[in-house]
């Protein structure tokens, strides 16, 4: 059996506008060193209204979030977007740094050799 790693709050559903209660989401994750994602594809452009803001108290707490610019900013359609709040995260996961790519090394490059 898996080991829980992260948990999805919900900052508003495409259905009903249903917010989860972000804060305690993030007290439980932050209990038990959990990842925190909130789902805002839909519903996250609405924490910049101030009548709203109050809904997604705890969004500070999330490690990433999710929106979908095409539907409440009129991004062209599919666009999407994934924001973290540690960067390195992403660096971490999606680089690769396999040997033969040592850039960092001038030790062995092969027009010093020729000259």
């Not at 996250?44 to 929106?67: H, T, V």
């Not at 999407?80 to 709040?85: A, D, P, S």
């Amino acid at each position: 059996m898996g080991k829980t790693f992260l948990v999805i709050g919900n900052a508003g559903d495409v259905s009903t506008g249903a917010v989860d209660n972000l804060s305690a989401i993030a007290g439980v994750c932050k209990a038990h060193d959990l990842w925190f994602h909130i789902d805002g594809a839909y519903g996250i452009p609405a924490a910049a209204i101030p009548n709203c803001k109050s809904l997604f108290d705890g969004i500070q707490e999330a490690d990433s979030i999710a929106l979908d610019p095409h539907k409440w900013l009129y991004a062209p359609l599919e666009a999407g977007c994934t924001l973290v709040k540690n960067p390195q995260h992403l660096i971490d996961t999606y680089s690769s740094h396999p040997v033969y790519y040592n850039f960092s090394s001038h030790d062995d490059e092969p027009l010093a050799e020729l000259l």
